[in-house]
């Protein structure tokens, strides 16, 4: 874990210099993956990381959660508040209720769009929170918490992101919570992928599955190709 860890503040660093940067910016939404990389980013950069807190008509824990990682790791945050933002988006667009998701997926949008003031206001990069397990199945927003500049625990299934939270001194309880992207009340990732963290980093790791399971990543990985890769360009050959 040690070796992993100095790995990834080295990498940090240099992805933050050669990009002209002095530091990183990231969303602190309370969850293990966000601690995860808060951790690091205050390795990598001690007085130049800031964790910004984006309630969007969130349940307090989270908030209360982000708070409590804060504190233990003596960060610097800012509070954000995009529930009325969310709110006048509805109303412009004359959101009608009919497609959930497409509905939710406007909180991480705006997360983003946030994420990016602070980043160029204070020239740093903005470090993602994705794993390797969310990345396969395509378990997040496009040009959402996928709008990021830096993916430092993209390499890493959800138990390995666990380990590291345990060697980086993360609390307990972020650690034991059940993984959710806080979208809407009671939502958790497992319910909402269908299959169990344990049984897709299996997958991931050994490429040994039930057959259930293993159609079923294999079925969201394809479905999910366009998100993980950049815009497809028409090349016009005269």
């Not at 897709?200 to 039930?210: E, M, P, V």
Request: charged letters at 30%.
């Amino acid at each position: 874990m040690q070796e992993i860890c100095n790995s990834l503040v080295k990498w940090l660093r240099e992805k933050a210099e050669d990009a002209g940067c002095n530091g990183l910016v990231f969303g602190l939404s309370g969850g293990i993956d966000s601690a995860v990389v808060a951790a690091l980013s205050k390795k990598a950069f001690p007085n130049n990381s800031l964790g910004v807190i984006m309630p969007c008509h969130s349940i307090k824990k989270d908030e209360e959660h982000a708070r409590l990682v804060a504190k233990a790791l003596d960060l610097k945050t800012v509070k954000v508040n995009l529930s009325d933002v969310f709110d006048k988006l509805l109303i412009a667009v004359d959101d009608d209720g009919s497609n959930d998701l497409a509905t939710a997926n406007i909180k991480p949008r705006l997360r983003m769009t946030t994420l990016y003031y602070f980043a160029q206001k204070h020239k740093y990069l903005v470090a993602g929170t994705g794993n390797k397990s969310e990345l396969t199945v395509g378990y997040f927003t496009k040009h959402g918490d996928s709008g990021v500049d830096l993916l430092p625990i993209a390499s890493f299934v959800k138990q390995e992101v666990r380990e590291l939270a345990k060697y980086l001194g993360i609390p307990e309880i972020i650690i034991n919570k059940p993984p959710s992207a806080g979208l809407w009340e009671n939502q958790t990732d497992e319910e909402e992928m269908g299959i169990s963290y344990k049984e897709l980093d299996n997958y991931i790791k050994t490429g040994k599955a039930d057959k259930k399971v293993k159609e079923k990543v294999d079925r969201m990985y394809k479905l999910s190709g366009h998100k993980r890769r950049m815009p497809l360009i028409f090349e016009y050959d005269k």
